[in-house]
């Protein structure tokens, strides 16, 4: 959490944009942009 990777929600900690790109990984596409 002190280098940005992590963010603290109220569903629990998620990953941020910059902890997927640390890993080189693309990120999973947001359920939010359905409707």
């Given at each position: 959490m002190q280098m940005g990777l992590l963010d603290r929600t109220q569903r629990g900690r998620v990953a941020t944009a910059?902890?997927?790109?640390h890993f080189g990984i693309d990120p999973p596409r947001s359920q939010q942009h359905l409707f």
């Open positions: 910059l902890a997927y790109k």
